[in-house]
């Protein structure tokens, strides 16, 4: 299974980015072994990443407004909002909102079935 | 799409019936398109490039696909698509390597919907299981329940295991196909449900073995048949014979919902069978007290592994006609 899950230790909380929707993969637990313990985010892979948050719409106008977030583009009729960050940014903005959001995953990658 | 296979799906019947697709118009999303192939000639009425490289089909995935549903069988008529008289919009939506990015495919459902579409086909999957929230799902939910569009999806190619259907396949409201060969045997790399929420997936299941389809020009990706022709495999190839029944049905009773004839398809498919390999190697060797154990698993299993890996069953476009009709005229009185 690809790395499609990013789960984290963080300020010696777990954070995991795409719970509940994705099914644990081979990332997972990987992740957090290699990151518990160390009680620092290290990021798994550098430069923006892309990642979905779908939430209420004013939550999303909220998120939208994140000077660490760059909106990609809001899909108001499904609560969605794509938006490309760094991890770290992703990962406190996460904690920060954790109550407010519906899910808050990276973008999943699709492909042709053959 | 050979006429052998129409006939066993009960497709032939309809057509005696002046039922072949028209006025229909099906949105595919996938890997382009090859507009020079003389079956799809005059098929296409709109196209967009969503991966950017044209819409040309590089790999052949979405012309063999394109074909099943609407091939026009101008070399030989036997090689006519399901809903041969339906006319076609194609999104390009992947990159040369067959991949495609969620918002992208968001945009071109979107785009499939504004351009009046009445059924989408939807052979593309995410790698990794979802429950049903992802936003692809919930956009295939909501073109559904709000715009009256259906949407077919292939359940993926990652079984024998359980619980393997990826996105969009997992949305409640899609038509989720799984495909069996040609003795109506589930095929092993066919995924299997439930979902991740417990709900049954694949819906049905349709032919995905060997199938001869329209080849985009220059492409390998198939066992080549001729210049024109090849022979494609799995459920990918299984889903546009279910867009293509969609087609067929939602002609004939054009005031029918999506989830009418959801209903209608998944009341009416005929027995598809389990694959006796796939529950034979999950037997463990060793002790008799662990064979029995694993016979007791075997038979308790059954039920659960049929429901979750051929749903309802293998399509079938007459019996569904018929139960469709029967659903509208309840409806009526």
Same mark, same amino acid.
Not at chain 2, 33 to 45: Q, S
Not at chain 2, 194 to 204: C, I, M, S
């Given at each position: ?13 777990? #954070? ?55 909106? #990609? ?42 | ?15 005696? +019936? ?209 210049? +024109?022709?090849?022979?494609?495999? +799995? ?99």
């Amino acid at each position: 299974m690809p790395d499609c899950i990013y789960h984290f230790q963080y300020r010696g909380k777990n #954070i995991c980015l795409s719970a509940p929707s994705i099914s644990p993969c081979g990332a997972c637990p990987r992740a957090s072994t290699v990151l518990s313990g160390s009680g620092e985010f290290k990021p798994a892979m550098k430069g923006r990443l892309k990642f979905s948050i779908q939430a209420s719409e004013p939550v999303l106008a909220g998120l939208a407004k994140d000077p660490r977030l760059e909106v #990609i583009k809001t899909i108001s009729h499904i609560g969605t909002m794509y938006v490309t960050a760094t991890e770290e940014n992703i990962v406190e903005m996460k904690m920060e909102n954790e109550d407010k959001l519906v899910t808050f995953a990276k973008a999943i990658p699709f492909r042709s079935v053959r | 799409m050979t006429h052998g296979i129409c006939r066993r799906l009960g497709v032939t019947r309809l057509w005696s +019936l002046k039922i072949t697709g028209k006025g229909i118009l099906v949105g595919v999303i996938g890997t382009g398109i090859d507009l020079t192939h003389p079956d799809l000639e005059g098929k296409v009425v709109a196209t967009k490039d969503l991966g950017g490289h044209g819409i040309s089909d590089d790999i052949g995935h979405d012309t063999a696909i394109a074909g099943i549903i609407s091939a026009k069988g101008a070399k030989n008529w036997r090689l006519r698509g399901l809903a041969y008289e339906t006319q076609l919009v194609i999104a390009k939506v992947t990159q040369f390597d067959g991949s495609a990015e969620e918002d992208v495919l968001i945009d071109a459902l979107e785009w499939l919907a504004s351009q009046g579409v009445h059924v989408i086909n939807f052979s593309i999957t995410s790698d990794c299981v979802t429950d049903g929230r992802d936003p692809v799902s919930r956009e295939v939910n909501y073109l559904v329940q709000k715009r009256g569009i259906a949407v077919v999806c292939a359940a993926g190619n990652y079984g024998p295991a359980h619980y393997t259907i990826g996105s969009p396949g997992v949305a409640e409201q899609a038509i989720t196909v799984g495909c069996v060969n040609n003795q109506d045997v589930l095929r092993l790399a066919s995924s299997r449900g439930p979902t991740l929420d417990g709900r049954v997936k694949p819906d049905t299941v349709a032919p995905g073995e060997r199938i001869l389809c329209p080849r985009a020009h220059n492409t390998t990706s198939c066992d080549i048949h001729s210049d +024109l022709y090849g022979f494609f495999d +799995l459920t990918s190839i299984a889903t546009p014979h279910v867009t293509g029944i969609y087609a067929l049905l939602r002609q004939a009773f054009p005031k029918a919902t999506p989830q009418q004839v959801k209903q209608a398809i998944l009341g009416s498919c005929d027995p598809a069978y389990m694959p006796i390999v796939s529950r034979i190697t999950s037997l463990p060797s060793g002790s008799l007290y662990r064979l029995q154990a694993a016979l007791k698993r075997f038979f308790s299993r059954k039920k659960f592994d049929e429901k979750h890996s051929v749903g309802y069953g293998r399509v079938n476009a007459y019996r569904a006609y018929l139960k469709l009709k029967e659903l509208m005229n309840v409806g009526k009185t």
